[in-house]
């Protein structure tokens, strides 16, 4: 069973660069694709982006300016790079594993468990 | 944008049965998934491609999804079914949440 864990800085100030890494654990990287989904704190769920091993990447027009996401097969890791952060950004960040390929069909049939990022000076 | 939308909230007793719905633009001809997500732990998916369950859902959960509506249903409802519930679409080649509804069981 795959399993996900996600690790970032925790407290960040504003205008610096966000990295997350999310370690794939009962399965491999190369077999599907991956996602990061945030939750501001009391509110709801948003798509940031997915990725394939391959390197294909699909982001949310709301962050593309702003985010990379990326894969590590050797390590068996995927990765978040957000620019420019902001209050806005202070969330739970999820990875989280497509069922499909990215199609009309999928959904998110496993999470990790979230880790949380706080952007305050 | 293509934007979903859901109650913030409902309530149902014990045993009865609760609807929640999502609403979006011909929502009907997209598929549907539903997540649920208790305090404090990640969300999880228990409705996908509208109508499926994924392995370990209970079959009191279900889903339909037409014309501008994607529903949730659950049957026998029971005080751990307490949660949010978030619905979610593809718009093109982006995914779409609904802002998820708190069901409160009473």
């Known amino acids: 069973q795959v399993q996900l864990q996600e690790s970032g800085p925790g407290l960040m100030k504003p205008s610096e660069t966000l990295s997350l890494t999310c370690t794939v654990s009962g399965g491999s990287v190369s077999r599907y694709y991956w996602s990061w989904i945030r939750q501001p704190p009391g509110k709801g769920l948003e798509w940031i982006g997915y990725i394939y091993y391959s390197g294909a990447t699909n982001y949310s027009p709301s962050l593309k300016s702003r985010i990379t996401i990326s894969v590590d097969t050797s390590n068996n890791q995927l990765s978040l790079r957000l620019s420019s952060v902001t209050a806005a950004d202070t969330a739970v960040y999820y990875c989280?594993?497509?069922?499909?390929?990215?199609?009309?069909?999928?959904?998110?049939?496993?999470w990790g468990q979230g880790t949380v990022v706080t952007v305050s000076s | 944008s293509y934007e979903l939308t859901q109650p913030p909230s409902m309530s149902v007793s014990p045993g009865q049965t609760a609807s929640i719905t999502c609403s979006g633009d011909t929502l009907g001809d997209k598929y549907a998934s539903w997540y649920q997500q208790k305090p404090g732990q990640s969300p999880m998916l228990v409705i996908y491609q509208n109508t499926k369950r994924p392995s370990g859902i209970p079959e009191r959960i279900s889903g339909s999804n037409s014309g501008n509506t994607a529903t949730l249903t659950i049957s026998g409802t029971q005080a751990m079914d307490e949660a949010d519930y978030y619905c979610q679409a593809w718009d093109s080649t982006f995914v779409v949440f609904g802002g998820g509804t708190k069901l409160t069981v009473l």
């Open positions: 989280a594993k497509n069922q499909y390929g990215g199609g009309r069909n999928d959904a998110f049939d496993i």
